[in-house]
Every structure is written in C-alpha cells, then in structure tokens.
Nanobody
Framework: QVYLVESGGGLVRSGGSLTLSCSAS???????????MRWYRQAPGKQRDMVAQ???????IYAPSVKGRFVISKDNAKKTFYLHMNDLKTEDTAVYYC???????????????WGQGTQVTVYS
C-alpha cells in the first residue's frame, strides 16, 4: 500500500506564504521511482481542481490562478514533493491534496494515490 502524507497547511494572512509537503512511502518494499506529482485543491462546494504538476523529468504545469505565485518542487531522494505558496489570497482557501499518478516499487507498480488533504485558510 502507498501512503502519501501531507503537512504544512494552516492559517495565514493574505499576502503571506506557506509550504506544503507530501511524502510517499510504502507499507512494505522499496520505492524505485515516482511519475507525475500533483497538487489539487477543493474549496467548499466546489470541485477538486489541479493546482500544479511536476513530471518525473521535472517539467511543471500550473493553473492560471496560481501561476507566478506557487512553485512546485520535489526531492527525489526523499520521495517528497512540495508546493511553495506565495502572495496567498483569500480565494486560495481550500483543502489541498497531493496525488501521484504512478509509483514503481519492489512490490510492483501503484497507480493514482492520494494524500489525506490539508487545510489552507487565508484571511484578509
């Protein structure tokens, strides 16, 4: 089983910054590699939307609403990826979820794993 553990959410004033982390691990076995890593967010009453993606090769994609303010990065050795959020706005308030599309391990491949979600609240 794949575990994605998120951390770093919280309460921040508008204009402030937060960094979210998502670490991948297995119940047993060794992780050899991870495919695309994504951050999604879901505000109350709204659908879950992708915020940012970083591919296994390091290419990044951002939603227009966060481009220029958010940066996605990863540390392959730590099996961890990050979302650095700057100049936060009240409309960034949501539960943020991390996701990976595939993971290759000594126990075989895993697909479409999700974190538990972490709340980010931005106040004015």
């Amino acid at each position: 089983q794949v575990y994605l553990v998120e951390s770093g959410g919280g309460l921040v004033r508008s204009g402030g910054s937060l960094t979210l982390s998502c670490s991948a691990s297995l119940s047993s076995g060794v992780i050899f590699g991870i495919g695309d890593m994504r951050w999604y967010r879901q505000a109350p009453g709204k659908q879950r939307d992708m915020v940012a993606q970083i591919s296994s090769g390091g290419d990044t994609i951002y939603a227009p609403s966060v481009k220029g303010r958010f940066v996605i990065s990863k540390d392959n050795a730590k099996k961890t990826f990050y979302l650095h959020m700057n100049d936060l706005k009240t409309e960034d308030t949501a539960v943020y979820y991390c996701n990976i599309d595939r993971l290759v391990s000594s126990r075989g491949p895993y697909y479409d794993a999700w974190g538990q979600g972490t709340q980010v609240t931005v106040y004015s």
